[in-house]
T-cell receptor, first 110, second 116 residues
Framework: SQQGEEDPQALSIQEGENATMNCSYK?????LQWYRQNSGRGLVHLIL?????REKHSGRLRVTLDTSKKSSSLLITASRAADTASYFC??????????FGSGTRLQVQP | GAGVSQSPSNKVTEKGKDVELRCDPI?????LYWYRQRLGQGLEFLIY????????KSGLPSDRFSAERTGESVSTLTIQRTQQEDSAVYLC??????????????FGEGSRLTVL
């Protein structure tokens, strides 16, 4: 089964609204990463948060990590149509390759 | 090159044929990964190379799948006797380190395989 699971599977919002995606995982991690995938393209790294960090910002992105609940959230503020993509969380346990969740498909309506 | 390069970008083959997919990682990246992504799905780990260590093949779905990597450069994923269920996008990624030092993965654009 997947180490990381995103929620919701799909999200549709209007431009300017905030989008929140959640990720839950099962085992202890070194870090958790979020990636973005435009349709038909490869994945692009967005942000990495280490296990000893609780919150991290990058531009319009805010990531939180709660290791006690084994969960993370990605917040995109003031969304734009160009943010339309699939977003994946990936967990690094230090023992093997990153394990990816099934993703959240975000649709931002102009 | 500047990024991870994969070829071919698209491959259509007939059931039962063998295919080879190639990945050229970013120069200097010691770790290389292969993932499979079926339509509308997440990424399924296949195999992981880290430097001169034995590869982690735990994700390969059957013995029809194999991969090689020459040193810290090009990798080839081979699928023998392809089946329709092998149809997917095969994504390659590389990173500066592996294990606890993996950090950010850099992905190629993928090779889309269609088995008729």
């Amino acid at each position: 089964s997947q180490q990381g699971e995103e929620d919701p599977q799909a999200l549709s919002i209007q431009e300017g609204e905030n989008a929140t995606m959640n990720c839950s995982y099962k085992t202890s991690i070194n870090n958790l990463q979020w990636y973005r995938q435009n349709s038909g393209r490869g994945l692009v790294h967005l942000i990495l948060i280490r296990s000893n960090e609780r919150e991290k910002h990058s531009g319009r992105l805010r990531v939180t990590l709660d290791t006690s609940k084994k969960s993370s959230s990605l917040l995109i503020t003031a969304s734009r149509a160009a943010d339309t993509a699939s977003y994946f969380c990936a967990t690094d346990t230090g023992r093997r390759a990153l394990t990816f969740g099934s993703g959240t498909r975000l649709q931002v309506q102009p | 090159g500047a990024g991870v390069s994969q070829s071919p970008s698209n491959k259509v083959t007939e059931k039962g044929k063998d295919v080879e997919l190639r990945c050229d990682p970013i120069s200097g990246h010691t770790a290389l990964y292969w993932y499979r992504q079926r339509l509308g799905q997440g990424l399924e780990f296949l195999i992981y190379f880290q430097g001169n260590s034995a590869p982690d093949k735990s994700g390969l779905p059957s013995d029809r799948f194999s991969a090689e990597r020459t040193g810290e450069s090009v990798s080839t994923l081979t699928i023998q006797r392809t089946q329709q269920e092998d149809s997917a996008v095969y994504l390659c990624a590389s990173s500066l380190g592996g294990g606890s030092r993996a950090g950010e993965l850099f992905f190629g654009e993928g090779s889309r395989l269609t088995v008729l």
